[in-house]
Every structure is written in structure tokens, then in C-alpha cells.
């Protein structure tokens, strides 16, 4: 009788990341933080890239940080990437296809590593037109996609993550916050959705990837119990 009285020590919704952390809310905004930082880091990186090439260029008052980027870069990557990180996943619930190609860690560093690469070409390699490195950069975004992604929902995504950045980023340089050189796209690089693209592509594997070690760990602990 004693025995059938006991209190389990660990609930059957159980967090992967905190032992003491139990409700999937919790879960979600540990995620959404890991995410938050993730993108911080990529932005500061990414970033560095094309102002050493002089792609983009910010007035010198706003000039703060030791990657010389403006503050707001960092903290608006930051939150675009957890939200695009938490998105992905709750979209694949939502229309009941869940994501299963290479759902592995090393497959997502692979992909991040690819994402790199392309904005790295778009600030180191020269092309002989910016339709040239547009075209580049567009099969490059879409091959992304087919090796790592695959998915309807990630695809309209990422469409929809490019044309929403892609016009915010018109808006700011219209209003004086920041300016690429040579624009060709209305105030933009007409390259600039392709990269967009891309790192939606990015961020939502790595969403998908936490929201499955989760869900994982939350089986593995009800099986237990």
C-alpha cells in the first residue's frame, strides 16, 4: 500500500533542459531564449561580413557595438529568429505534417554552416552583374531548402520570412536608418530576399530540432512513469 501512495519524483511532462523545469510553457520561452541568442551571435557574425565589404553602411553615430553594427541589429535578429524558431514547429502541428527529414543535430550545424556560406558569398565573391549573384544566391537558397528542408511548410515560409524582411528592410533604408551600396532593388541589394530566405530555412530547423529533443524527453519520461 505504502508503494502505491508514492508521488513520482519526475512529472510525465518533463522540460529537456532543467530537471526542475516541468510546464511546456516553460519549455517554449527556454526555447524561444536559446533561439534568441542563437540568432544575436549570427547577427553579429553575419554582419561583420558585409560591412568589411562595405555592402551595408550605418551612420556613424550608431556605430556602438565591437562588430561595428548598430545596437538594434543583434537584439532585432535575436527576436526575428525566435520567432521564426518557435513558428516552424507550431506550424507543422498546426497542419499535421510533421518534419522528419534529417532530423539529426549534425544535419542543422551543416545547414547553418550553408547558410554562412552563402552570405558569405554575397559580401566576398564578385559577380560580374547583381543580377548574376542574384540568380547564384536564389539556387543557392533554394538548394538549401531541398537538402535540409523539403517541406511545403517550410518553403511558404521562408517565402513569406524573405518578402515580410525584404519590405521592412526597404522601409528602414527609406527612412534613413541604415543604406547598402549600389542598391538595385527599389532601396535594397535585389539579393537581399535570397539571404532571408535562406536564414528562415535555418532558423526553423533549428526550432524544429528543440521542439523535437523536447518532445522526445517528454515520451521518454512518460514511458518511464
Not at 36 to 65: C, E, H, K, M, Y
Not at 191 to 202: E, K, M, N
Request: proline share 5%; net charge positive.
Amino acid at each position: 500500500m505504502a508503494e502505491n501512495n508514492v508521488t513520482p519524483t519526475l512529472p510525465k511532462k518533463c522540460g529537456p533542459y532543467i530537471s526542475s523545469v516541468t510546464s511546456r510553457g516553460m519549455n517554449l520561452v527556454i526555447r524561444g531564449i536559446v533561439l534568441f541568442f542563437i540568432g544575436v551571435f549570427l547577427a553579429l557574425v553575419l554582419n561583420l561580413l558585409q560591412i568589411q565589404r562595405n555592402v551595408t553602411l550605418f551612420p556613424p553615430d550608431v556605430i556602438t557595438s565591437i562588430f561595428s553594427s548598430a545596437w538594434w541589429v543583434p537584439p532585432c535578429c535575436g527576436t526575428a529568429s525566435a520567432v521564426i524558431g518557435l513558428l516552424y514547429p507550431c506550424m507543422d502541428r498546426h497542419l499535421g505534417e510533421p518534419h522528419k527529414f534529417k532530423r539529426e543535430w549534425s544535419s542543422v550545424m551543416r545547414c547553418v554552416a550553408v547558410f554562412v556560406g552563402i552570405n558569405h558569398a554575397s559580401a566576398k565573391v564578385d559577380f560580374a552583374n547583381n543580377i548574376q549573384l542574384s540568380l547564384t544566391l536564389a539556387a543557392l537558397s533554394i538548394g538549401l531548402w531541398w537538402t535540409f528542408d523539403r517541406s511545403r511548410s517550410g518553403f511558404g515560409l521562408g517565402v513569406g520570412i524573405a518578402f515580410l524582411a525584404t519590405l521592412v528592410s526597404q522601409l528602414l533604408v527609406y527612412n534613413g536608418v541604415y543604406q547598402y551600396t549600389s542598391p538595385d532593388f527599389l532601396y535594397v541589394r535585389s539579393w537581399l530576399p535570397c539571404i532571408f530566405f535562406a536564414g528562415g530555412i535555418t532558423m526553423g530547423n533549428i526550432g524544429r530540432q528543440l521542439a523535437m529533443y523536447e518532445c522526445k524527453v517528454i515520451a521518454e519520461k512518460s514511458h518511464e512513469d
